[in-house]
């Protein structure tokens, strides 16, 4: 048997654990042989693809990023995209396809198994943890690693200046990573895409640090936004018609506490930091076991699944099930860690 892999959308921590998990048990166990395509669905459109064997993978598990590459591609925006992908599948004799992304790139596996018959396994990676099916996603525990050891740095500075200091963490339409860092760090505010806030009550909860002799650290979402306020937007392209929010929410925001309180105010946007760099123990064992996991899904022919976590069993779910909708924060969650502000 032949199992093609890809990595698609936007690069995580311990994509090559997975890649180097799925060739592990595969040679060893089945005597599979393996494709990786380049690029995401690019390759796999193009017809780009190198073989995997065991020496290719041999100590890959702490890498960051992926040796097979990533994109955004979405090959069904392509007329002839879903023949290409298909004729590129049958010529290298290829039976199964792992796929490796975030709900845009199995969204397109789940397109091409159903209304194509292309074979494919989902493996969920997104520093995001936005999908509903699954308790964590590949690359959220390292990101969040990497925002709270920020976090920690900057309480030191921010003491030395008595000045806020504003952190600015990826998450899109989800404020997981904000929540989690911003809890972990200690800081004084948290900001999230799913209960737009209001500037009011942030600039009195950083006066009320300040009245006890505290900088605050205000840990902010990049996708999070005010209340009843317009921040700037621009196009994806010039002409574009398109206005997406701009990703400095950040610096708006330290402009805003500025002004409104007196007090100095600096931002750090931590952006791709949170993508980069080796894993964490703690998603070199996720990867591992998606891995091992996504490779008995080819063997039992259960193809248009997922592998997710639930608990600390690794299980199957229907792939469309896994992209139907977001998982974004409990509003009971954030009220919780809501104790710690001010």
């Known amino acids: 048997m032949r199992v093609g892999v890809l990595t698609g959308g936007r690069d995580c921590p311990g994509l090559n654990a997975v890649i180097r998990a799925i060739v592990r048990k595969g040679v060893q166990e089945y005597g599979y042989d393996f494709v990786g395509f380049r690029d995401g669905w690019l390759g796999a459109l193009e017809g780009d693809a190198v073989p995997l064997d065991i020496r290719a993978v041999r100590g890959i598990l702490p890498r960051g990023g992926t040796i097979l590459g990533s994109s955004r591609t979405d090959p069904l925006k392509e007329a002839d995209g879903a023949r290409r992908i298909k004729d590129n599948l049958a010529q290298r004799g290829i039976d199964g396809l792992v796929v490796i992304g975030g709900a845009d790139t199995l969204g397109v596996a789940v397109r091409l198994g159903r209304e194509h018959g292309v074979p494919c396994v989902g493996v969920p990676k997104t520093i995001d943890n936005d999908m509903q099916a699954t308790d964590r996603t590949l690359g959220f525990d390292t990101a969040v690693n990497t925002a709270t050891a920020a976090i920690d740095r900057l309480h030191t500075t921010a003491e030395s200046h008595m000045r806020v200091l504003v952190v600015e963490v990826m998450g ?110 703690f998603d070199r064992w996720l990867a591992t076991r998606f891995g091992l996991h996504a490779v008995d899904c080819v063997r039992d022919g259960d193809f248009g699944t997922m592998v997710a976590l639930r608990g600390t ?16 924060v409990d509003p009971r969650l954030y009220e919780e860690v809501g104790v710690f502000f001010g």
Not at 314 to 327: F, G, H, I, M, Y
């Open 313 to 328: 069993d690794v299980v199957r779910v229907p792939l469309a099930e896994a992209t139907t909708r977001l998982k974004t």
């Open 172 to 281: 899109r339409n989800a404020g997981w990573i904000a929540v989690h860092s911003g809890l972990a760090g200690g800081a004084n505010v948290i900001l999230i895409p799913e209960q737009p806030f209001d500037m009011d009550q942030v600039c009195a909860w950083v006066t009320s640090r300040f009245q006890a002799s505290y900088a605050p650290i205000v840990v902010v979402a990049d996708g999070a936004r005010p209340k009843n306020a317009d921040l700037v937007l621009r196009h994806d392209s010039p002409g574009g018609s398109a206005p997406v929010p701009l990703s400095g929410v950040g610096e708006w925001l330290a402009r805003e506490i500025e002004a409104r309180t007196g007090k100095e105010a600096r931002t750090t946007v931590l952006g791709h930091l949170q993508r980069g760099g080796p894993p964490s123990p």
